[in-house]
C-alpha cells in the first residue's frame, strides 16, 4: 500500500504477468487518481475512479475503489516492459480546487 | 494535447540565494498547482492558484511564495534558498471543474549547495 508510513514500494515482474497495486487513504475523497510516472518526467493520469464507482477500466487498466474501507487498487494486465514506471494514487478531498494528496507511490519494473 | 512548460529544467543555487522557478501553460486552465518531489516519495502541493492575481498556500508552504500574474504563467520563489529545499519541482494545471485531471510540466531539478 503506498499510504501512511510506508516506504515507497517496489514490485518486479515479468512480462505477460498481471499485476495489482493497492492504496490506501486516510480521508474522505470523491474520487481516486492513478497517475504514472516515466522516469525524468513529470506525472500523467492514467486512470481516475470516483466515489461512485466501484469499477473503471481502461484497456489493460482495471482500478477498484472501496470507500468503505478507504482504499483503491490499480490492476494491469498481462504487463509488457513498457508498464515499467512508477505509479501514485491521488485523493481530492473535495477542496472544490482540484487539490491533490498523493501516496508515496510503487515502482513498478517489467522485465522481458 | 495539454501543455505544461517549466523552465529552467535544471538549476544549482547556492544556501541563501534567491531562486525562481517558472512555469507556463497554453491549456486556458484556471487552476494552476506547485508541487515538489523528493527521492523516493510521493508529490507534496506547495502553492496553487484558481485565478491570475491570486496564490493560496498548499500543505508545505513554508520557506516558499508564488506569483500568478497572468492565467499562463506561475511561478514559485524561493527567497533564501535551503539545502532542504533540494528537489524536483513540478508545476501543473487543471480545469476548473472539480475532480478533474492536472496535467505536470516535466519538472524542474533543484540543486541547493
Known amino acids: 500500500s503506498q499510504w501512511g508510513e510506508e516506504n515507497l514500494q517496489a514490485l518486479s515482474i515479468q512480462e505477460g504477468e498481471d499485476v495489482t497495486m493497492n492504496c490506501s487513504y486516510k480521508?474522505?475523497?470523491?474520487?481516486v487518481h492513478w497517475y504514472r510516472q516515466d522516469s525524468g518526467r513529470g506525472p500523467a493520469l492514467i486512470i481516475l475512479?470516483?466515489?461512485?464507482?466501484r469499477e473503471k477500466r481502461s484497456g489493460r487498466l482495471r482500478a477498484t475503489l472501496d470507500t468503505s474501507s478507504q482504499s483503491s487498487s490499480l490492476s494491469i494486465t498481462a504487463a509488457q516492459c513498457e508498464d515499467t514506471a512508477v505509479y501514485f494514487c491521488?485523493?481530492?478531498?473535495?477542496?472544490?480546487?482540484?487539490?491533490?494528496?498523493f501516496g508515496k507511490g510503487t515502482v513498478l519494473l517489467v522485465s522481458p | 494535447e495539454a501543455a505544461v512548460t517549466q523552465s529552467p529544467r535544471s538549476k544549482v543555487a547556492v544556501t541563501g540565494g534567491k531562486v525562481t522557478l517558472s512555469c507556463h501553460q497554453t491549456?486556458?486552465?484556471?487552476?494552476m498547482y506547485w508541487y515538489r518531489q523528493d527521492t523516493g516519495h510521493g508529490l507534496r502541493l506547495i502553492h496553487y492558484?484558481?485565478?491570475?492575481?491570486?496564490?493560496e498556500k498548499g500543505d508545505i508552504p513554508d520557506g516558499y511564495k508564488a506569483s500568478r500574474p497572468s492565467q499562463e504563467n506561475f511561478s514559485l520563489i524561493l527567497e533564501l534558498a535551503s539545502l532542504s529545499q533540494t528537489a524536483v519541482y513540478f508545476c501543473?494545471?487543471?480545469?476548473?471543474?472539480?475532480?478533474?485531471?492536472?496535467?505536470f510540466g516535466p519538472g524542474t531539478r533543484l540543486l541547493v549547495l
Open positions: 492558484s484558481y485565478v491570475a492575481d491570486s496564490t
Open positions: 491521488a485523493t481530492d478531498h473535495d477542496s472544490g480546487y482540484n487539490k491533490l494528496t
Open positions: 480521508t474522505y475523497t470523491t474520487v
Open positions: 491549456n486556458n486552465h484556471d487552476y
Open positions: 501543473a494545471s487543471s480545469v476548473k471543474n472539480n475532480q478533474d485531471t492536472q496535467y
Open positions: 475512479i470516483r466515489s461512485n464507482e
